[in-house]
């Protein structure tokens, strides 16, 4: 089946620094990527949608200048979280369709913010 | 907007267990369904989705899922659990026409040997 990768798998970083996160679909090419959030031990809340070559959709609530979502090539979506701060330690998530509606999710980066 | 509600949080079964996972959504339009599941330290998998035809689906591992429309519910049920079942379960959907989706809140699937 299709494979998403993402990069890193967990990433510490202090307070008031950014952190790039990288998703890739391996095998197939996707015009579209979603973003979630997984807080311990809840569901998944979507973020954003990365379209390739126009901007992101955020979803209601979503700070965008906060979420930098970068959609560069048709099997690279990165999610960039600017001056992050403890309250963003989450598990981030993203996921790829391949047609029409199947998605597939990457394996997820937790990051933690000191 | 669509939400999903999955009623359970954490489940305990022994083994052999029969296993039922109930999932309802709110949405009046017509809908994709899925269930997917996580197993510790793992990426969600799919292990069964419904698009249109017989409500009954079958999936991946013995699980099965029945769509009924008139109470917009599509249940995910297992006769037999194992252990190797243990794992985070979560129902979506999404309305056809868009590819975003909509998560429930997860079931906790425990299974004791």
């Known amino acids: 089946g299709a494979v998403v990768s993402q990069h890193p798998s967990w990433v510490i970083c202090k307070s008031g620094t950014s952190v790039k996160i990288e998703c890739r679909s391996l095998?197939?090419?996707?015009?579209?990527m979603f973003w979630y959030r997984q807080f311990p031990k809840q569901s998944l809340m979507l973020m954003a949608t990365?379209?390739?070559?126009?901007?992101?959709?955020?979803e209601q609530g979503v700070e965008k200048d906060k979420f930098l979502i970068n959609h560069a090539s048709l099997t690279l979506s990165t999610l960039t979280v600017t001056s992050a701060h403890p309250e963003d330690s989450s598990f981030y998530i993203c996921?790829?369709?391949?047609?029409?509606?199947?998605?597939?999710f990457g394996p997820g980066t937790r990051l933690t913010v000191t | 907007a669509q939400s999903v509600s999955q009623h359970n949080h954490h489940v305990i079964l022994s083994e052999a267990a029969s296993l039922e996972l109930g999932c309802n959504y709110s949405?009046?339009?017509?809908?994709?369904l899925f269930w997917y599941v996580q197993y510790p330290g793992q990426h969600l998998q799919l292990l069964l989705k419904?698009?249109?035809?017989?409500?009954l689906v079958k999936g991946i591992k013995g699980f099965e899922a029945e769509f009924i429309k008139s109470k917009f519910s599509f249940n995910l049920r297992k006769p037999s659990v194992q252990w190797s079942d243990t794992a985070e379960y979560f129902c979506?959907?999404?309305?056809?026409?868009?590819?975003?989706?909509?998560f429930g809140q997860g079931t906790r699937l425990t299974i004791n040997p």
């Open positions: 996921s790829a369709p391949n047609w029409p509606y199947e998605q597939y």
């Open positions: 095998d197939f090419q996707a015009t579209t």
């Open positions: 990365s379209n390739e070559g126009s901007k992101a959709t955020y």
């Open positions: 949405y009046g339009g017509t809908v994709n």
């Open positions: 419904y698009f249109s035809g017989d409500p």
């Open positions: 979506a959907v999404n309305d056809q026409g868009a590819q975003k989706l909509v």
